[in-house]
């Protein structure tokens, strides 16, 4: 399996080589980082196909992978090299190799490198260039080989997978397995494919898994890494048959999410992008790359976001039976608060018998609730300096609401409307939809005046639905129809903030991150686990745009508020509760709590993280400590967040700051006074009580 470079680039401190096998004529990608090119061994490999492609009427992949994966098949071996082409421009560089397949079709990977950030961008499109249909039943964004190039053989001991785990109330737990306990290592021989796909299926792209994953060499220091931007199905592969592993992913193809696509004579298809990324160091210096790349999006973000102000959401003070009465209330005590969004959530819509989650759909106001109408609420949270927000959710309609019998205009699968808990998902592809919800919702908001949107999704539409060619790409053009919506609510509301929120944070994923200005960060909304889904976040998506709840009870102590004001400043703060009912200590904490996570909204926004702690088995029931330390990017100030959990016997907790003595303790919130002590590359703190906190803000001299 003799190898040959064809091209290599250099995009910032990561180098790109194109290597061909020139026993198959393959082609693939190796990423590596430049400092480490004069470690490259001569590793010999069974080069990975830049492009992954399967075509219906091609065979299926050999060696045992059938029903597996349906990377490799003859649509790959029968494809040709037709040659590369780089383009320059002033913010950006792009690679384009492109194949011809006998169909014919011409088959292109872009690989795209911002020279602002440290990750390159990678997706394949498709042309049919024949005068009939062409039907894909797979086609990856991006495939890398020659993992790792920097070893002879295949490196036992030595390869670590990462994955992102996810679960309702429980995002981001980091699951790091040896790639010989997931079956990865290659036979005696090189027969027999070993391939792990996972992913998530359905309109919730967060939900098992987070559609990222890295690979990490222990042995010489290098991570990898890859990002899926994608609303719906996805996948991702890791595969070998000899001593180079290789990590593939995009679209959940056939086998897996029930994808297949028609591509029409003169047609093209375009997959969805991959970021990836390559560094000296761990996985979180991997995950800090692709996150980082997602500030992007946020450069035209409304002015009222650009220094993360605080925002009340009334949900977990009324339940979702909101009110005129309730409002004037939670408003006037506010008023003084310097609290920049008070977001009306679910409820206000409720039918007579119904409650929040079945009578969504008609969007009318409840004049039991709202008798004077809402804009009496809304005209009092703008007098009282706030900017008032409301709570949609647009995609689906409840067995309450009237609009349920419009059974024409619901996605179907097999002809009937997929019904989830007696609701049903409006159909984004229609026209009468699309006109339906700009009167119900962008509409609403233009003529109530609102700022904020906080947009919900409470289930998954599954497999897919009828409508286009597969139940996979009906799911597929159904996502792209809802965030082509969200686009037009932009576009017709100015400066409006959105939130999007699926059961917490079942859409934490790239592309749905590009169009919001926040995203619930999950739906645990009082438990102890707060701060640990919150630091997990970190590794996923930029801490802006986490929203963490901090929900005040007349009941909490001291420690308790602090414990849970201090999880907000792992992201944006997002106060609830009982707020008529605290006392003036209560207030003075919160009061407190506010004005320190003002103090560190710029290391919040601009920074890097790194965390520290016990290794946490059980979050409902958590033992042990976290510490997260996160680095303003201008080096001058550094946010530490500590949390005591349960049986930690007042122990030191020490937290690794790289010239320590080089900063002072500018600011502590904290419940009482808890022992600090600083060194020259450390700090540690003590907490005597299980389940406390402590927040403390290091500036440089």
């Avoid at 792209?205 to 996805?234: C, I, K, M």
């Avoid at 309730?326 to 409720?350: C, M, P, Q, T």
């Avoid at 790409?473 to 017709?492: K, T, Y």
């Amino acid at each position: 399996m003799p190898l040959e470079l064809l091209n290599e680039y250099q995009f910032g401190d990561m180098t790109v080589r194109y290597v061909r096998d020139t026993d198959t004529f393959d082609l693939g990608l190796v990423l590596l980082p430049s400092s480490m090119a004069s470690r490259l061994v001569d590793k010999q490999y069974r080069v990975d196909s830049l492009a992954q492609i399967k075509l219906i009427g091609d065979g299926y992949p050999s060696a045992y992978a059938h029903g597996h994966t349906m990377r490799n098949s003859e649509s790959v071996s029968a494809m040709t090299f037709a040659g590369q082409s780089l383009t320059t421009g002033p913010n950006s560089t792009t690679v384009v190799t492109s194949w011809r397949h006998p169909h014919p079709c011409l088959i292109e990977n872009h690989v795209t490198w911002d020279h602002r950030y440290g990750v390159i961008e990678s997706f394949t499109s498709l042309r049919n260039d024949s005068d009939v249909p062409v039907e894909i039943e797979m086609l990856s964004s991006f495939s890398l080989t020659g993992i790792t190039p920097f070893s002879l053989g295949d490196t036992p001991d030595a390869l670590i997978l990462h994955r992102v785990r996810s679960a309702w109330s429980a995002e981001g737990r980091l699951h790091s397995v040896p790639i010989e306990d997931l079956g990865l290592e290659p036979s005696w021989s090189g027969h027999g494919v070993r391939c792990l796909r996972y992913g998530q299926v359905g309109s919730m792209p967060v939900r098992n898994y987070f559609p990222v994953v890295f690979v990490e060499d222990r042995l010489n220091g290098v991570t990898w890494g890859g990002q899926v931007a994608h609303p719906a199905s996805w996948q991702l592969e890791v595969s070998r048959r000899d001593d180079s592993l290789s990590l593939s992913g995009g679209l959940a193809d056939r086998e897996f999410g029930h994808w297949t696509k028609r591509v029409e004579p003169g047609a093209t298809f375009v997959t969805p992008t991959a970021y990836l990324t390559v560094v000296c160091g761990d996985v979180d210096e991997a995950a800090h790359r692709l996150t980082t790349v997602q500030a992007r999006a946020l450069v035209s973000a409304p002015p009222s976001e650009q220094n993360l102000p605080v925002m009340f959401n009334e949900y977990c003070t009324s339940w979702g039976s909101p009110s005129s009465q309730s409002l004037f209330a939670i408003a006037e005590r506010l008023k003084e608060k310097d609290i920049r969004y008070l977001v009306i959530d679910s409820g206000w819509y409720n039918r007579e018998g119904g409650a929040w989650y079945n009578s969504l759909g008609d969007w009318q106001v409840n004049r039991t609730l709202f008798p004077e109408g809402l804009d009496e609420a809304l005209d009092h949270i703008r007098s009282c300096g706030m900017i008032p927000g409301i709570w949609f959710e647009m995609e689906v309609c409840g067995d309450k609401a009237t609009a349920f019998s419009m059974a024409d205009h619901f996605l179907k699968r097999d002809g009937i409307p997929i019904t989830i808990a007696k609701r049903r998902f409006w159909d984004f592809r229609d026209p009468f939809v699309v006109s339906y919800l700009q009167e119900k919702v962008i509409d609403f908001l233009i003529n109530h005046g609102i700022g904020y949107l906080k947009l919900d999704y409470n289930d998954s539409l599954g497999i897919g639905c009828d409508g286009a060619e597969s139940l996979g790409e009906g799911l597929r053009q159904q996502m792209a129809a809802v965030q082509a919506f969200i686009r037009q609510i932009q576009a017709s509301v100015p400066n409006i903030v959105i939130e999007s929120c699926a059961s917490g944070g079942h859409r934490l994923e790239p592309s749905m991150l590009a169009l919001t200005s926040m995203s619930s960060f999950s739906d645990a909304h009082e438990c102890a686990e707060i701060p640990i889904i919150a630091a997990n976040l970190h590794r996923v998506m930029l801490p802006r745009q986490s929203q963490i709840w901090a929900v005040l009870r007349k009941a909490d102590s001291p420690q308790r508020l602090v414990y849970s004001l201090a999880n907000t400043m792992l992201g944006r703060m997002c106060l609830s509760g009982d707020i008529h009912d605290l006392n003036e200590e209560q207030w003075r904490i919160v009061d407190e709590g506010m004005h320190f996570y003002k103090k560190v909204a710029s290391v919040i926004r601009e920074g890097k993280t790194r965390r520290y702690g016990t290794v946490l088995r059980s979050y409902r029931h958590p033992q042990g400590w976290q510490g997260i330390v996160r680095y303003a990017d201008n080096g001058t100030q550094v946010l530490v967040v500590i949390h005591r959990f349960a049986a930690t016997s007042s122990e030191w907790m020490e937290v690794p700051i790289s010239e320590a003595d080089r900063y002072d303790i500018a600011e502590v919130f904290a419940d009482g006074r808890p022992d600090i002590q600083r060194g020259h590359d450390q700090l540690s703190c003590r907490l005597d009580d299980d389940f406390s906190a402590v927040c403390i803000l290091l500036q440089q001299r």
